[in-house]
Each structure stands twice: as C-alpha cells, then as structure tokens.
C-alpha cells in the first residue's frame, strides 16, 4: 500500500505542475498615477501616466477637465506583461498604462483632480497632484510666423504654407565661440508640436535632409534689426472644414543655450591642439578627440505663433451633381477594361484612373451603383471601391459582368469635381470601350441572382445549369444543405454529468447518516411536542431524557438518565449537567401536577442554554463511513477548481449563447464582386443546382493533372458555394468545404476566415483545426504568432491536442471524474480505504483534462471577431477615407481582430496588441 501510495504521488506531480501553470496567481489590481515634471512652461507639454495593473476588465480613466490645462491622451494604451518565479511560485503582473499629454495654457498653479477609473467592476479614484506653470521667457531669441499662399479658398483646396522661424544664433562670451545653424536646429525639443509640417519634416527625414538656416536681418520687438537664423518649411494644406486657419497646431520649443563647459577626453593629455579638437563649434562642433565644447546648460522657450488671416469657404450647395463625391481641383478621368471579348456572365477589370491636381489621397471612386448607363447592361458592385495613388493619378479597379449578348460597349463613366479657381462644378466622362458578349454556355452564377426576383413567389422549380456531370466523391461531403445550431461552450447535457456523479455520491453520503440525521433533526421538535403533551413533572423528565439520548446516541437501557448527566460532563458542560441532575431530582421527588409549568419553564431553558451553546453530538466510534463535511467539502473543491479553470479558458473574453442560422445572415461575408444581390430568396431547387455543379467542379479540380486548370477549377467552386452559404445555409461542413477550395485555389486569407466559421458550429473538429493552421501558416498569418499569455498557453495545448484529440480529451475528463466520485462512493460504503491520493490524482486529471478541451472550444466560441481579408489595409482614426492613418499596414492577412463598433461600411477593430482603429468592411470578414 505505501509503494502505491509513492506511484500515484509521482503520477500527480506533473498533473499538478500543469494545472498551476496555466492558472498562475495574479496579484490584487491596482492603479497608480505619476507626472514627468511638478514645475513646467507656459505651452511646454508633459506627460501624465496611469498605470492599471492586474486587472481583468477597466474602462478609459475619465479625468474632470482643469481650467488652464489642456489634457490629451496620447493615442491606445500600451500593456506589458512581467512573469517572476519565486522558489517555484510562478506570480505574473500585466500592466495597461495610459499617457496623457498635459499642457499649462497660462502661468499658475494646478491641480489635476483624482481621476475614476473602474477597474474589475468597482470605482478607484486616482491621487491629485499639484504642478506649477511659469512663462518662458523668449527675449527676442525665437519668433514664429506661419503664411499663407492665398487669403481665402475652398475646402478641400490645395493651399501652400510656409512656417518661417527665427533664432538668435547662441554665443558664448568665455569661449568666444557661436553655435552654427546645425547645432542651433538639433536644440529644437522633440516636444515641439508641427501640425500641418509634421509630414514635410517626415519626407526631409527619410532622405536624411533637415531645413537648413539661413543668416537675415530681422527687427526685434524694440524695432532693432538684429541678425537671425531663418528656417523655412513648407506644406500643401488640404483644409476639411471651413472656418479660420490658425496656428494652434504648431507650437516650437527651443531648448536654446545658456552656458558652454568642456568634457574629458582620454587623449586630452596630449593636448588639445594635437587632435585639432580645440576649433570649437564655429566649424565642426564635434570635431577633435581632445577636450570638446558641449553644452552644460538650457532653457526652454516657446514663441506665440503669428499667423496671417486665411479663410477657409464651404463648397456651394448650389448646383452640386447628384454624383459629386467631394472632390475638389482640376481632374480627367480616363478607363481601361482587361478584355475586349467575353461571354455573357464574365468578369471584366475594370481600371478607372483619375489624374490632376488636388488631395489624390482624399480622392473618393466614383459611384458606379448610381450610373444609369453602366447598370443597364452590366452587373456592377455596390461596395465603394479601394484605389491606390500612382503620381498624379488615383487608380480604383473593380470587376463588372455583362448581362446580355446585346452590349456592345462600355459607357464612359461620369464623374464631378468642383473648380475652385473658377468657382464652379465640372461634370467630365470616359471615353466608351468597345466590347463583344457571346452567349454564354453556361449560365453564369450571377443570372441567377439576377433573375430571381423576377420569378414567381411561389414557383420552385430549378433554372437550367447545362449538362455537367455530377461526380461523387468522398472528399465533397454530402450533408453540406443541412442547417445545424451553433453549439454552447458548454452543452446542458455535460453540465448534467459534471453535477450527476456529485448529486449522486452526496445522496450516498446522506444515507449513510441518515439514522443520526433523523434523530438530530427531529430532537428538538420532540421535545418541544413532549412539552406541550406534558401533564405531570414525571413527563417531563422523561423528555428531557430521551431529548439527550438522541442528542449524544446514547443506547437505551439502564441508568439512562446518569448516562446522560454523564454525557454533558464528558462535553465540558458542568453547569448544564448540575442543572439537568436537579430537573431530575425536582420531578422524582414533587410529582405533583400543580408543578408541571414550573417544571416545564426550568427544562426548556435548560434546553434552550444548550441550543445556545451548539452542542453537538459525540463522535460515533463508527469510522466505517466518510464524515458528511469532508464529503461536502470535497464536492466544493471540485466543482470550485472545475469552474475556474472553464472561466481560466475564457480568459475575460466575451461568451455569448449559441446563435442559430439567422445570425448568421446578419454576419458580413465579405461577397464575391458578381453576387451583389440578395442571395438568401434563391429556391430549393437553385441551390441543389449550385451544389452540384460545385461538386462536380470541385472533384474535377481533384482529379485534374494541371495545377493551373485545377485552381481555376476550384475558384469557380468557391464562388458557387460562397453562394450556397450567403443564401442562409450554415454548417460546418460546407465552411469546411469553401475553405478549402478557397485554400487550394491561392486564396488562403479567405479559408481562414472560413475556416473558423466551421470552428464555430464544431470547435472540437480536429481536421478543420489543422485545416486552419495549414492555412495561417500559407499566409504567415500574425494570427500563429502567440501575444498574449492565453494565446501561448492555447499553442502549448494545441501541441497536447495533437496527440489526443478534443472529445478524447473530453472523454478522459468524465471519465476521471466518474472514477474520482466513484472512489469516494466505494470509501462510503466499504469503510476505512486509501482514497485521498487516487481521488486527488483523478480529479487533477479531470480538471485538467477538461481545460484542455474549454481552452480549445473556448477560442471559437467568442462573438464580435473578424478576419482581416486586405492585408494593405490601414487602421484610420475615423470612418472614411477623409481620417488619417493611425497605421500603415498592421496587417499581413488572415489576422484575427475584435470588432468594437460599426459604421456604415467600416467597422472599428482591435488587434492582439491592443492597438484599435477603423478599417471599411470590405477589408474584413466578420466571423
């Protein structure tokens, strides 16, 4: 029995190592608060940091507005994570820490209040803390003028500006030496805020050029001409709103000199002329290896911005096209398609390229949905279009499809712009293209859409799809129709055998004691009925007789009632013992019924003093049966540890209950360009028709010797069963399916996206996991490349998962719950056995079993997640193309991201790395 005992024990060790790990402790959250400076400058930003540590969920700390303070968050917070290990206790920290860019707009003393932050549910206030602002003082040493081309223009116009600042070169009166334009520009702080200049100094950076100082002559404020250092930059101006151009974006600080020292140098002792190093900073302020001049004292400044008035005028409502987009300057329009001859139903690219002069960034595609003479005769997308600057042009590409063999031709496209030299709309066009259409010897997919709202409501039968054969095979599945709900994470039925073998064994338990239970439960309700039924003192002894049996299972017989006197003082209750002796004395020796209240008052308060008192029964010299509160304890550990560890898998994401196949209608598949239509009216019968023909492609392309005819093959497979899916159908086998023509046909981001819908509706399926991780790594998708912790601990126990499968390793879980319960039920029976160990060591192994399988289905089961599908797409600050960009390409395809809000057609996202911003809808899939 004790080498049994030393095997099991080595046996728990590593199921005990693996279940702390991934449940590591987290200390308590917290927040703390700190400022970079107590004292600053008037328009001298600094910054304010709050740090939230350990917490599980926190909203944006609100900080009350301060009069005189200008406090701005500085972009997303950024998180780090710190792992310490501690004579094997592994204790982890993660950290969320937002900076706030604090300016002081006038001198004075300030308070920034205490800020609320809820953090895990509940309310945390932050500390105060006091700063103090003074005025920089400039003494004629900076000035700033920013001017403008033009004093009035458009919105939207191109507008030339120049901001111009002058500093006094510094001179040091010790060392007669004056710092050169270069030295004097390296002093610019990095605080110094260019607004509008910003990209112009950016361009200058990357070519490894600066804005050089000239030397001119410039009156100060006491009207004298003194010599200055000018830098010009220059920048073209897009205003988006009309109003007053200022310059409040701008704000130069200068950490301009106040004193020269000399440092040390290691070859200083052959002195300082024999390295050259004594020329100072008039030529090469660094130059020599001997002692060097270096500045050992600054001050910053920071001069008022003077800016010349310019007006910013809104575009006229008067006679603006119904197809403007908001383009304004000079352009032509010009368009190109990528084939002359095609059939009835096939793409055609589409190019429409715009050239001129204006905001080619902010330059909006014409809306081909709203042209009359495109739509008549060609299939054309409703998404807006993405295009991509080249020069001086704008180029947006997209595919069309002719609707009969009557079109000759695409008509030019339309486009208007509004001229703001001579203050008026322009509506120009393209040129036509020529093309043929043939008949087409198989309808396309696109008719079918096309033509359905024209068929009779009530009509089912299917339309024609030409003579393809119909191959079977067992890599198509065939129950791919079938409508199926989506799985909740955790099924009624399982919660059902986690609680079963508990309710069962706790039944056990009780009816083992079930004799004590009865007499204790029923002992005080006895008595109290033996008191009312009491006639005479000798009643009421013999109540209090049996009421102290039942309560210390004392065995009837003989000398019952010294027995019970000796009960309360084996217990420690001497008083009690004295008090009950003398009841029994009083009723042997006064058996007159006159007494019998008097009586009946002494025993119930002496039974209410030992209900007081919890007197609870003697140990039973039984130990054939497990105690019923270690038993119950038991039970609440386990099911303690077992709710921990599905909540430990969720990691705070958001589970939401299974949803059906109408939610799924609601999600945004990003459509293919030829099925703009509503897809979810198609009959029975059309979608029988598409399913075949996409079986009968899909096998083909199976057994196709050529690689090339086979992807095509395959492309056209997707798209058939892309419209088999957008028309309401949802299982995992037909995502499965579309994911993987999608995979061999070269379109990996797609089959992820897919990939995890089929995830969704069967998260424990071992081949569509593989399937997924087979397609991230084709793209090297960020999405196999762990962050967060949960994410490694998901990589470590994907590694496990290979080698037993999900509902394996659910199967192992029950069933060493079924055996940790069944071991306790055996000991309740059988009496004094060794089961602490092997109950222990299954229900680690059940716990951690069962959080292998929630870790994996877990990961599929959360809503408001998407696949981004463009990988050159750009996180903005807002919903449009007008905002800026915020990141310049995060992304490199199939990444998954969390959708936080929708507008329109963008959709506000946030990455693994807490970064957020908007993206259009087209650039994703919403899963």
Known sequence: MKLMRNLLALWASPCWLLFFCMASPIGAADVQTSVSTRETYVNLPFTLQIQINNAKSQDTPVIPPVDGLEIVLQGPPSRSYRTTIINGRTTQRNTLTYLYSVTATREGSFTIPAATVVVDGKETQTRAMRVIATQSETDDLLFVEIEGKDDEIYVGEALQMTLKIWVRAYRDQDFKVTLNEATMWSLISKQTQWGNFRESLQEMSKSRQRPGGKLTLREDSEGQAREYLLYEINATVYPDRPGKIDGDGVRVILNYPEKLGRTRSPFSALGDDFFGGSNGFGNDMFSGFGSQLTITSVRPIIAENEVEPITVKPIPEQGRPENYRGAVGQYRIISEASQAVVKVGDPITLNIGIEGKGPMDLLRAPALAEQKNLIHDFKVPNQPLAGFVDGSQKVFSTTIRPLTEDTKEIPGIEYSYFDPKQETFVSIKSDPIPVTVEAADVLALDAIVGTQSSESQTSTSPMPFGDAAQVKTSDFPNDVLSNIQRPSPIPVRLIVLILLPAIVVTALGLFQIRHYLSSFVSANYRFKKAM?????????????????????????????????????????????????????????????????????????????????????????????????????????????????????????????????AATFQNAEIAPHPAFTEDTSKLSEGQIQELLDEASSMYTNAMQAEDQVDSSKMLAKAAERLQVVAESGIVNDQL????????????????????????????????????????????????????????????TYNDVILRFVPPKGMLAVALLSWFIAWGIIAWRLVSGPQAWKMP??????????????????????????VAVVTQPKASLRAGDGMEFTVTSETPFQGGDVVEVLDQRGLWHKVQLGNGQSGWLPSSALQVI
């Open 839 to 864: 109950t222990a060591c299954m229900a680690v192994l059940a716990v951690t079993a069962f959080s292998s399988y929630q870790l994996r289905v877990s990961e599929f089961s959360v809503d408001d």
């Open 532 to 660: 009312l039924k009491a006639t005479e003192p000798l009643d009421i002894a013999v109540a209090m007789e049996q009421f102290l049996q039942h309560r210390y299972q004392l065995s009837p017989g003989t000398k019952l009632r010294n027995r019970t006197v000796g009960a309360l003082r084996a217990a420690g209750l001497g008083e009690p013992a004295i008090e009950v002796e003398r009841l029994y004395h009083d009723c042997e020796r006064n058996a007159d019924p006159c007494r019998t209240d008097k009586v009946r008052e002494h025993a119930e308060k002496i039974a209410k003093t030992l209900d007081s008192l919890k007197i609870h029964r003697s140990p039973k010299a039984n130990t054939r049966y497990l105690k019923a509160e270690s038993a119950l304890v038991l039970v609440a550990c386990t099911l303690t540890l077992l709710a921990n560890s599905t909540v430990h898998a969720s990691n705070s994401q958001r589970l939401h209950p299974g949803t059906d």
């Open 735 to 794: 995502f499965a399916t579309l994911a993987d023509a999608q995979s061999r046909s070269g379109s990996p981001v797609q089959a992820v996206a897919n990939y995890r819908r089929a995830l969704r509706y069967a998260p424990s399926s071992q081949q569509h996991h593989h399937a997924l991780l087979s397609a991230q790594a084709a793209i090297d998708s960020t999405a196999t490349k762990p962050i967060s912790q949960l994410q490694r601990v998901r």
